[in-house]
Nanobody, 119 residues
Framework: QVQLVESGGGLVQPGGSLRLSCAASGSILRIYPMGWYRQAPGKQRELVAGITGTGRTKYADSVKGRFTFSRDGDKNTYLQMNGLKPEDTAVYYC??????????????WGQGTQVTVSS
């Protein structure tokens, strides 16, 4: 089993920044690739960014150039979000063992953290 715990969400003004963290524990040998997904009210959950065990990254077109996904060792990943827009408002979920080819999420999810971008 893998446990994922997110932190770092909150309320920020447009143009501001937030850093989301995801800490993994448990059976972490196969947690990569990892990803961040988000779900806004009334919308489907979507991939925001993914990272492989070797550090390769993918980003949704809507966040390219603004968000950066990084890792620190085997257990901790971070999503640095700059230039936030109101349309980035959503619940953000950390996910482990996603399919890199299809970008379908893996079986392991965190509890989610709310990001609200509003003036």
């Amino acid at each position: 089993q893998v446990q994922l715990v997110e932190s770092g969400g909150g309320l920020v003004q447009p143009g501001g920044s937030l850093r989301l963290s995801c800490a993994a524990s448990g059976s972490i040998l196969r947690i990569y690739p990892m990803g961040w997904y988000r779900q806004a009210p009334g919308k489907q959950r979507e991939l925001v960014a993914g990272i492989t065990g070797t550090g390769r990254t993918k980003y949704a077109d809507s966040v390219k150039g603004r968000f950066t996904f990084s890792r620190d060792g085997d257990k901790n990943t971070y999503l640095q979000m700059n230039g936030l827009k109101p349309e980035d408002t959503a619940v953000y979920y950390c996910n482990a063992a996603l399919d890199w080819g299809t970008l379908k999420p893996g079986a392991y999810w965190g509890q989610g953290t709310q990001v609200t971008v509003s003036s």
